[in-house]
């Protein structure tokens, strides 16, 4: 039984924040996300426990100073990549350094300077076919530091003496001394297996429960709410056949409502989680900023021209998988020559690394059984939609944005498809349910006064206060 029916009416909002730190941050520390963090979930630590683990299946370990939520993995999702202190996306070798940065400081002592660390990784580089570190390069350099920030950010590191930008400036002029919490190093690097034994990353997913011969409700119902608390917006056709039924049962919704203390949405199609405390959600939606208010002004925009019943647009059924298209990429830069081949055999005798079986079913048939379809708005009319915003609102446009439409666009379109709301297709976007919650967007422009002789920051990064209809300043999770 969930405690959050034990708990006191005045207690359980406290309990509630709590539950949403640990489903938003799987790693806590003293420092991570911020410092009240940590007491908050120790407070709490034993009613988390057994909740996450009836609830959805996660273990939670506890400690003086780091609390780690070890969850189920039932899919790969893309849309939730490491970022820098800036706010840049890591590339494919920031990640690479991360990783060998966590192992140097595993092995490392109590404190190490940045130029060791780096000469540790670029060592370790030498192992790597096409990887290497050179502190003569900037740009390894700055890839280098985001990797340690990364770090920093969440409390592994803590920087004792020196600076890492004048390190990145000049290397033998400058330099950074840091203190290693060796305790958030240990609870960073996890795995639930040893990565040397997989061909492939599906060996990093839990087993489908829908694949057995017979399903334990139990579990059918914990991957229900698994992707209620993981995704924007949960549409039927995302779960397997045997799973609906789960989503769709008023008491699983509930619970994960009492749990968290958010208010599920549902309509046909699917169930979401409207997170107005912002303590859940990575990207509040709608939100301040070029990106958040372009991006709610274009899917009004969107969602006008698929209610024009004067010209119909096309569907077109959508049968693709990103997550296991992500699955294939990451597959592919799988270094055979890494993998422990003794054990990696024994692949075959485990259901949860075997490949899935082929299915000679015609794609014809699994679109029209299987594949919802979705109005088709071609890429032409978003462009020129997007430079139709860009002609009126563009002044009020961060700086940064005015004068690359393009780049808006793409960044754009990027928001709407991580909520959810579209999906991109060679030829255009896929309009999905979720977008109509955002129709009758209205703009209101605010004029700068005579008297106002200078704008804010703030300012510049907001071109317009735009507000929908339904709901009004809710944050989508």
């Known amino acids: 039984m969930a405690h959050g029916r034990t708990i006191g009416a005045l207690a359980l ?150 600076d890492a930008g004048g390190w990145v400036s000049d290397p033998e002029a400058g330099e950074a001394l840091y203190d290693i919490d060796r305790q958030v190093v240990f609870a960073l690097f996890r795995p639930p297996r040893a990565l040397q034994h997989l061909h492939s990353v599906r060996g990093l ?49 509930a619970e994960v409502e009492l749990f968290t203390g958010l208010r599920a949405e549902r309509r046909a199609e699917g169930v979401a989680l409207i997170d107005t405390s912002g303590r859940l959600s990575d990207v509040r939606f709608p ?79 699994r679109q029209a059984s299987e594949a919802p379809s979705f109005p088709l708005v071609d890429a032409a009319w978003v462009h020129e939609t997007m430079r139709a915003l860009h002609d009126r609102y563009g002044t009020t446009f961060a700086a940064q944005w005015q004068a690359d439409v393009t780049g808006l666009t793409t960044e754009v379109l990027g928001l709407l498809e991580r909520l959810r709301m579209v999906r ?4 255009g976007v896929l309009v999905l349910p979720a977008l109509a919650r955002y129709r009758g967007a209205v703009v209101t422009v605010r004029a700068k006064r005579a008297a106002e002789l200078f704008v804010t920051a703030a300012d510049t990064d907001r071109p317009e206060d735009t507000a929908p209809t339904s709901p009004a300043g809710e944050g989508n999770r």
Request: charged share 30%; no cysteine; aromatic share 4%.
């Open 13 to 162: 909002d406290n309990y509630q924040r709590a539950a949403r730190v640990v489903l938003a941050n799987h790693l806590i520390t003293r420092t991570f996300p911020d410092r009240i963090a940590l007491p908050l979930v120790r407070r709490w630590a034993t009613e988390l426990r057994e909740d996450l683990a009836e609830l959805f299946g996660y273990r939670l370990e506890v400690t003086e100073t780091t609390a780690r939520v070890f969850p189920v993995l039932d899919r790969l999702d893309g849309g939730k990549p490491a970022r820098t202190p800036a706010d840049r996306v890591f590339d494919r070798r920031r990640y690479a350094y991360l990783a060998l940065v966590l192992s140097a400081l595993g092995r490392a002592g109590e404190q190490t300077t940045l130029s060791e660390l780096a000469d540790q990784v670029a060592a370790d580089t030498a192992r790597v076919d096409g990887l290497d570190l050179s502190t003569d390069r900037a740009a390894d350099r700055d890839a280098f530091v985001d990797a340690v920030g990364w770090l920093a950010h969440r409390g592994a590191l803590t920087l004792a003496d020196g």
């Open 205 to 253: 997913l839990t087993e489908d429960p829908a694949a057995t011969a017979h399903p334990a409700a139990a579990d059918l119902e914990r991957a229900a709410r698994r992707a209620l608390v993981e995704r924007p917006v949960v549409y039927l056709t995302d779960l397997s056949p045997e799973q609906r039924p789960a989503l769709g049962r008023d008491r699983v919704v």
């Open 287 to 365: 939100g301040t900023g070029t990106l958040a208010q372009v991006a709610l002004l274009l899917a009004g925009e969107i969602a006008d021209r698929v209610l024009d019943i004067d010209h119909p647009l096309p569907h077109r059924f959508d049968d693709a998988d990103p997550a296991q298209a992500l699955i294939d990429q990451l597959d592919a830069a799988i270094p055979e020559a890494t993998v422990f081949a003794p054990l990696a055999e024994l692949r075959a005798a485990d259901p949860a690394l075997a490949e899935p079986d082929s299915d000679d079913e015609p794609i014809e048939t």
């Open 424 to 427: 991109a297709v060679d030829d």
